[in-house]
């Protein structure tokens, strides 16, 4: 269920064009028997899933670095989506082709209608960047993390595969963490203090990010695996 405003400021005519015209050819479809690898231009080794994407600047980044897997983008804000837009937009004005970026896809909408109707074990990666972290108590139930999301997550991925997740958020990070160390399908794979205080090189910085931030940025890996028992307090004392 999503929460909040979706419209958000109202948008240019440049926007609202890109919304009518180059909205649909790369949108997302919500079909029980979708099959993600199809869903692109050309073929593709993996599909991986950003949720929550934002303005798309780490979206736009993997999907041009990484042209043999396939890209899966959902926001649920129209603004978000319509930056998207314009970014791929200007890339086609300045290219020769059409479509820039034929290994993208978007989903306009809750990232929850998207998790229900991907097939099992299809996503390599899973990325979920400084997302709302909902502070106040009564609005918890709000995060985006919860234990029936982190069940959706791990069917959808495949074994093996890596989900990111980053915030700014101390009380979030520390949600996320006890969450994912409950839960028996996500092992996190920090080894040293600095494996989530140091993003990867192959983690663009978001526009939140690249702004100031009121809180310490933290990076976490969690690699989709059976837990064994007797892990969960090992994961646990990495913290310390």
């Keep these: 269920m999503l929460f909040g405003r979706r419209k958000g400021p109202k948008l240019s005519a440049h926007q609202a064009n890109l919304r009518i015209t180059l909205l649909p050819r790369l949108r997302l ?3 029980p028997d979708i ?3 199809a869903l692109f231009d ?3 080794a993996d599909v991986w899933l950003e949720i929550g994407f934002g303005a798309g600047e780490h979206l736009l980044w993997q999907a041009q670095n990484h042209p043999d897997v396939g890209i899966l983008g959902v926001e649920p804000y129209e603004a978000g989506v319509a930056k998207l837009l314009s970014k791929v937009f200007s890339l086609s004005a300045q290219g020769e082709t059409r479509n820039p970026i ?3 896809r978007i989903h306009e909408g809750d990232a929850r209608d998207v998790l229900e109707t991907l097939p099992e074990a299809c996503l390599a990666k899973v990325f979920l960047l400084f997302p709302d972290p909902w502070p106040k108590p009564r609005h918890h139930k709000r995060r985006f993390i919860q234990m029936d999301v982190l ?3 791990a069917r959808a991925m495949k074994q093996d595969a890596e989900f990111r997740f980053a915030s700014d ?3 979030y990070v520390e949600w996320t963490l006890e969450r994912l160390l409950a839960h028996d399908s996500f092992v996190w794979m920090a080894e040293r203090p600095q494996d989530w205080r140091r993003r990867p090189t192959d983690w663009p910085p978001t526009r939140y990010e690249q702004k100031a931030l009121p809180g310490v940025p933290v990076f976490l890996r969690f ?3 059976e837990r064994r028992r007797g892990l969960l ?5 990495k913290r310390r």
Aim: no cysteine; charged share 25%.
């Design 29 to 31: 479809p919500l079909s």
């Design 35 to 37: 099959d993600p690898a």
């Design 42 to 44: 050309s073929s593709v």
């Design 102 to 104: 034929p290994n993208l």
């Design 151 to 153: 069940d959706a997550l």
């Design 169 to 171: 958020d101390a009380g």
């Design 223 to 225: 690699r989709r695996g």
């Design 233 to 237: 307090q090992m994961d646990r004392s």
